[in-house]
């Protein structure tokens, strides 16, 4: 019987052939953990007496969440997972870097890997072939230690995405469509795989944006087959060579199966307080925003600033809003400043935030007042995400984010184009 993307991966870390829903103990090729989940990692390794890791070279702590820290109790998680980090002679992703999910792709992960992270979001690095997928804080400390974890093995749902998106559509508007079509639940412990005539054109930057959101309709993984594309984003980044092919068989066998016609979409919104309370741009009413939020892990690369900049190019942010702006990682910082792209964001009216999750997870920079409303192209809504239960967050792409911004409601960015 043939084998879907993730069966492969999961079959030639354990050793041997799996099926789905068999549980099995896999070597893993990369472990993280952020400054949330990391002291607790720490706690559980001391815990079980490990002062080593088995990888120490693809054993990462990033310090991202709350990046600079904002208060002495966060400070001093850091000074943990610095201690640690360097006695063990593991990586430590300093204040600044960026996202853990996107400094793993641009560093660490390579096609075929087997990623856990101590982070729901971890997923993303499916974009690049990998099946990645978050944990809690003992599972991962096991996995430092021993560069082991065990698994049970996820059906797979195969989601074509079909057929050229119209203008104003994107990677996000895609994702949150899927998420509204098949629920919040609608693949746990599933993994999710993306294939169809769209996908295998995306660039990997969109691919990120799509396997970054497969946790929030519940999926164990969210997963891109590697081409010509992955081999280009790894070459361009100066990981040549470590590109492999992988993808699944033709006679894979899947759960279900999801076709998309991308050209009926249009710009997409979700809602709170769940992800796939989910609206076309059209059918909303005209909800005025305080905050717009474009950057995190989800739309904070390169090519989404970029859209955001083209569309601001010349226009002022709305009276009254705050356009917040918080890119990735300190490369893509770095590419942006050289292309003129955040002169023309804080030329506009915006506040550019260092790498990091910034705003996104309710830490800092950022946080919303009672019943204040941020439109973000962040991946969850949830009540008290942005660090106020009592206001409202919506999702969007970075277009319609921006168009918003200057407009001072959520607006349909098609009106532009």
């Known amino acids: 019987m043939g084998k879907t993307i993730a069966e492969k991966i999961i079959s030639s870390h354990a050793g041997r052939d799996v099926k789905p829903n068999d549980i099995t103990v896999v070597d893993v090729d990369v472990v993280m953990a952020q400054d949330g989940t990391g002291p607790l990692t720490v706690s559980q390794l001391k815990k079980m007496r490990f002062d080593k890791v088995r990888n120490p070279e693809k054993s990462i702590f990033f310090i991202d969440h709350a990046s600079p820290s904002p208060r002495k109790e966060l400070s001093n998680s850091h000074t943990v997972l610095r201690e640690y980090a360097g006695n063990a002679g593991m990586v430590l992703s300093e204040v600044g870097e960026g996202v853990c999910h996107q400094i793993l792709v ?43 974890t065990w698994l049970m093995v996820p059906p797979t749902i195969k989601v074509n995405f079909n057929n050229n998106m119209a ?154 809003v705050r356009l917040l702006v918080v890119p990735a990682s300190r490369k893509i910082y770095l590419d942006a400043l050289k292309s003129g792209i955040i002169q023309t964001l804080v030329e506009s009216g915006a506040v550019v935030e260092s790498p990091g999750c910034g705003p996104c997870v309710g830490v800092h920079q950022g946080a919303l007042a ?48």
């Not at 075929?112 to 993303?124: M, N, Y």
């Not at 944990?135 to 230690?145: E, K, L």
């Open 106 to 148: 641009e560093s660490f992960v390579s096609p075929g890997d087997i990623v856990i992270g101590a982070d729901s979001h971890t997923c993303t690095s499916g974009a690049i072939a990998a099946f990645a997928t978050g944990m809690g804080s003992t599972d991962i400390a096991v996995g430092f230690a021993l560069a082991k």
């Open 167 to 320: 203008k104003g559509v994107y990677a996000k508007d895609l994702i949150i469509h899927l998420i509204g079509k098949i629920t919040a639940e609608g693949a746990t412990y599933k993994a999710l795989e993306f294939s169809g005539s769209l996908s295998r054109k995306m660039t990997i930057e969109d691919r990120l944006t799509i396997s970054n959101m497969a946790v929030e309709a519940g999926a164990k993984a969210g997963i891109f087959e590697s081409d010509e594309i992955t081999k280009e984003y790894l070459n361009s980044i100066g990981r040549s060579g470590l590109y492999r092919e992988i993808c699944a068989d033709d006679d894979a066998v899947y759960e279900n199966t999801i076709d998309i016609d991308c050209s009926e979409l249009e710009p997409m919104i979700s809602k709170p307080h769940t992800v796939d309370n989910v609206s076309p741009v059209s059918m909303m009413e005209k909800v005025k925003v305080n905050q717009v939020l474009i950057g995190t892990c989800t739309n904070g690369r390169l090519s989404d600033l970029k859209v955001a900049a083209d569309i601001l190019k010349g226009r002022k942010v709305a009276g009254g």
């Open 370 to 417: 009672d019943n204040e409303v941020c439109l973000s192209t962040q991946n969850r809504n949830f009540k008290g995400r942005m660090g106020n239960p009592d206001s409202f967050i919506y999702l969007s792409s970075p277009a319609t984010a921006a168009y918003s911004a200057v407009k001072g409601y959520i607006a349909d960015v098609r009106e532009i184009l």
